[in-house]
């Protein structure tokens, strides 16, 4: 891509804002949601059925319903299996409290259920639990340390209870029993970054990419890092991929939106900052930098727009209210720049001295 100069109009409300064109971090913490298992099937000889018939053993039956558990548990109340069984269809109803019931009992009848420990520990992370979940992960991982996955779960609950040391063990760990888990290395990557090791960050990526190339957020993250390090050309190609793979994810077109308003494409950017709006209303940052690529093309009214919906959606944000002063001063509207300069500063946001004084000059005015 051959970087283009932006327009004088985005220079000025990049400058006098104090913003820049990007903000290159993730918007979001890309992880592999954890999945519960599937029913177990590895011990349903003998269980008798509803009808009152022991069904026999090369059929292995397990039961479809929830109501055809309950009336096999009213005769076989000490059943393990049949209450991990039917917590896993009540997890698929959505019937979350019923489930945990289930996983729970199933546990009290065999505590090495190691299964049975992995899905209430999905549960507890699904309800922001992450101290309990901890506990069920790292019983599940005495039961089978081998399995690398475990690890990987852990390694979430780690991150989400703001422990990036023991996370980063447990990725390790994962991908020490795991060496072809490309989300490890993908989730790896990403505390590798945030920790400021983008060159282990990169070569994380790269491996995820390597062993699984159909994972949209290795492409994303690693484009991150390429356009931090201004290699634009290589940055587009991994967003422009990450898209590819996922049309619905919002953050990689607001991602592409960021190279496209840096190089100067300001119809790129705009067409990308509008998917992203599209898949994720809420996405302010996709609003903010839309509108300083409406701003570049002289549409203040549609850039004010912009900004005004920024600050609907996070009242605090004192860059929206800096942009949208910039939007008022090019429509020379400066009472209305005042008003959002001064909203700003109440909310520790200072717009660039630059741009204070330009204020001054054309408002005429001493503040």
């Known amino acids: 891509m051959k970087r283009s100069a932006l327009t004088s109009s985005l220079t000025i409300v990049l400058l006098f804002a104090g913003l820049s064109a990007c903000d290159p971090k993730p918007v979001h913490h890309p992880k592999t949601t954890p ?3 599937e029913p177990s099937h590895g011990k349903p000889d003998g269980m008798k059925a509803p009808d009152g018939k022991v069904r026999p053993k090369a059929e292995k039956t397990a039961f479809t319903t929830v109501a055809d558990y309950d009336k096999y548990l009213v005769e076989n109340p000490e059943d393990p299996q049949a209450y991990y069984n039917r917590g896993t269809l009540h997890l698929r109803a959505g019937n979350t409290p019923s489930a945990l019931a289930d996983f729970t009992k199933a546990i009290e009848l065999k505590p090495d259920y190691q299964i049975a420990w992995v899905n209430r520990a999905v549960l507890h992370v699904k309800a922001a639990r992450f101290d309990a979940a901890l506990i069920d992960y790292t019983k599940a991982i005495e ?3 081998t399995n690398g996955r475990m690890y990987f779960q852990r390694a979430f609950v780690y991150e989400k209870k703001n422990d990036p040391k023991r996370a980063l063990a447990d990725y ?8 072809d888990y490309a989300e490890a290395y993908v989730n790896r990557g990403l505390l590798q970054e945030t920790g400021g ?3 282990k960050a990169l070569a994380d990526y790269n491996k995820a990419i390597e062993l699984n190339g ?3 957020k290795a492409y994303s993250n690693r484009a991150r890092i390429l356009f931090k390090a201004k290699k634009l050309d290589e ?3 991994d967003f422009s991929k990450a898209v590819e793979l996922d049309p619905q994810y919002a953050h990689g077109f607001y991602n592409r939106g960021l190279v496209y308003l840096t190089s100067g494409d300001i119809d790129g950017a705009i067409s990308d900052f509008s998917k992203a709006v599209e898949l994720e209303p809420g996405l302010t940052k996709a609003y903010i930098n839309r509108g300083a690529a409406y701003t570049a093309k002289k549409d203040f009214d549609a850039a004010g727009k912009d900004y005004s919906k920024a600050i609907e959606l996070e009242p605090e944000n004192g860059r929206s209210y800096i942009s949208r002063a ?3 001063f090019n429509q020379q509207k400066y009472d209305e720049a005042w008003a959002d300069v001064a909203k700003a500063k109440s909310l520790k946001v200072n717009p660039s001295q630059k741009f204070l004084e330009a204020l001054k000059k054309a ?3 001493d503040k």
Request: charged share 35%; aromatic share 4%; proline share 10%.
């Open 235 to 237: 940055a587009l190609a």
């Open 214 to 216: 159909k994972l949209p």
């Open 197 to 199: 090791s983008e060159e």
């Open 35 to 37: 999945v519960a298992g």
């Open 172 to 179: 390790d760990k994962a991908i020490e029993l795991k060496p």
């Open 326 to 328: 910039v939007n008022f």
């Open 143 to 145: 039961l089978d340390p």
């Open 363 to 365: 408002s005429r005015r």
